[in-house]
Nanobody, 122 residues
Framework: QVQLVESGGGLVQAGGSLRLSCVPSERTFSSSAMGWFRQAPGKEREFVAG????????YYADSAKGRFTISRDSAQNTVYLQMNSLKPEDTAVYYCAADRILSRAVSEYDYWGQGTQVTVSS
């Protein structure tokens, strides 16, 4: 089973920035849509941002609008999540996911990464 590999998480102060990356474990893997989700301790996994591989259509959660940007590099088969103006409430494990259809729903995605921790200190 193809896995997605996230990187770029870490500890940052409030107001800082991080860029997350997501690459499939197999170079030949392709999907129509990829998304970023996050899960804070004691909370359900929630949608953050998604992008259609072909149309570049993007979706954002209200909490991410204006601060986060999802993008893709087709040549590198990589999806990025640029996170600016980070807040302590952004602290969570961030997961990359892929599937055929761009969706905000966790249940729609069949392929997931192991997650990368993002911690924002106040």
């Amino acid at each position: 089973q193809v896995q997605l590999v996230e990187s770029g998480g870490g500890l940052v102060q409030a107001g800082g920035s991080l860029r997350l990356s997501c690459v499939p474990s197999e170079r030949t893997f392709s999907s129509s849509a990829m998304g970023w989700f996050r899960q804070a301790p004691g909370k359900e996994r929630e949608f953050v941002a998604g992008i259609s591989w072909s149309t570049r259509t993007t979706y954002y959660a209200d909490s991410a609008k204006g601060r986060f940007t999802i993008s893709r590099d087709s040549a590198q088969n990589t999806v990025y999540l640029q996170m600016n103006s980070l807040k302590p409430e952004d602290t969570a494990v961030y997961y990359c996911a892929a599937d055929r259809i761009l969706s905000r729903a966790v249940s729609e995605y069949d392929y997931w990464g192991q997650g990368t921790q993002v911690t924002v200190s106040s």
